[in-house]
Each structure stands twice: as structure tokens, then as C-alpha cells.
């Protein structure tokens, strides 16, 4: 249980919580202790619902708007403990997409930068990542790859694969190549795919 705030709270509570988008009723799950990885936070839905699940989830949220991550640590501070256990990274990551190049001139994301693989794991010490959630608006194709470390040191992936960025079914069947078993699939009509996966 817990509590959120800010406009675009109930669409997330639509898409977190009653569609149960990221876990699927158990599909995969959020333990107690996991690190998780939320990647495009936006208001921080994705990031309390993981830090309802037990006092000892670490968070690290990436997200690259002003407005969005004043709304997502509004929510946070009306959660006794959620702050002190999210470290939050202002950033643009991954492929550059025609929607983030749009982003990139809204004055909401005026001074943001760009920041590698590398630099993200430097800059959060990052060794393991138990659960990555990942929405960054087409940027998946650049980072997370064959190559990526960041992909390989995930035990659990909840991501949206952008049919406007890349081919979708190739980019499902490197995660199985890379020792991912995907769990479940949900399509959009425009191709775009939600993609549940984890290993072993």
C-alpha cells in the first residue's frame, strides 16, 4: 500500500496497477531486497509500486524531465522511507529516437543530458539488477543489446519495445538469444510490445 500524487496518477494507476502492465499477476515479481531499475520513470509510478514491496527494494530511477521527476518525488515524500531508498538520475539514455529528439526541445527537459551505458552503471555503482523495468520512448535499441552490460546483469525485464524504432521481433529474439525466457507479450496495435521476460 501506498500512496501517489500529481497529474498522470491515475493513468499510471490504470496502467501499474489495474492492467498490471510490468507484472502480470505474478508473472514476474518484485522481491523484498531486489534492486530494481526503472528506466523513463515519468511520475514514478513503476518506482513506489517496486518500493511497496518490502522495506529493503532499492530503486534507481532514470528520467530525463524536470516536471516529471518534481511530480515522482512529490509522490515519493508522501511514503514514509521511499525517498531514502531511490537514487534518481536526471538523463537522456540510449538510442536516440526521433520522439526523444522532440523531448530534447521541450523547455521540460532543457539541459538534460545525454548519458551512456557506461556512465549510468558508473554513476550508481550498479553490480547487479534484479528487476529492470524499461520505457525510454524508442532508446532501448541503443543500449540494451547483445553487448549490453547493464542487460547482462539483469535477473528480471519488464520492457516496452517501440515499433517506431527498430524491428520488434528481432529485438525479442536477442533477448532470448542473450538467456532470457520470455514470459509474456502484449501488442499494440502499432506493433509496439510489452515484454515480460526473466532468466532461468
Not at 548519458?115 to 550508481?124: G, M, Y
Request: glycine share 10%; net charge negative.
Amino acid at each position: 500500500h501506498f500512496r501517489i500524487a500529481g497529474s498522470g496518477a491515475f493513468s499510471g494507476i490504470r496502467e501499474m496497477y489495474l492492467r498490471d502492465t510490468y507484472l502480470r499477476g505474478g508473472c514476474l515479481e518484485i522481491d523484498d531486497g531486489d534492486v530494481v531499475v526503472d528506466l523513463g520513470a515519468n511520475i514514478g509510478n513503476f518506482t513506489n509500486l517496486a518500493l511497496a514491496h518490502g522495506p529493503r527494494v532499492r530503486v534507481i530511477a532514470v528520467e530525463p524531465s524536470h516536471a516529471l521527476l518534481r511530480s515522482m518525488k512529490a509522490s515519493l515524500a508522501l511514503n514514509d522511507g521511499f525517498a531514502e531508498r531511490v537514487s534518481v538520475v536526471q538523463a537522456f539514455l540510449g538510442h536516440v529516437s526521433s520522439m526523444q529528439l522532440d523531448l530534447s526541445d521541450d523547455p521540460s527537459y532543457a539541459g538534460t543530458s545525454w548519458i551512456t551505458e557506461e556512465e549510468l552503471l558508473e554513476a550508481t555503482s550498479l553490480t547487479r539488477v534484479d528487476f529492470l523495468k524499461c520505457d525510454i520512448e524508442g532508446g532501448e535499441f541503443g543500449l540494451l543489446h547483445r553487448e549490453s552490460a547493464l542487460l547482462r546483469m539483469t535477473r528480471k525485464l519488464a520492457i516496452e519495445v517501440h515499433a517506431f524504432a527498430g524491428d520488434v521481433q528481432t529485438f525479442i529474439h536477442m533477448l532470448k538469444e542473450v538467456g532470457f525466457t520470455v514470459r509474456h507479450v502484449q501488442r499494440d496495435p502499432d506493433g509496439t510490445a510489452t515484454v515480460l521476460a526473466r532468466r532461468g
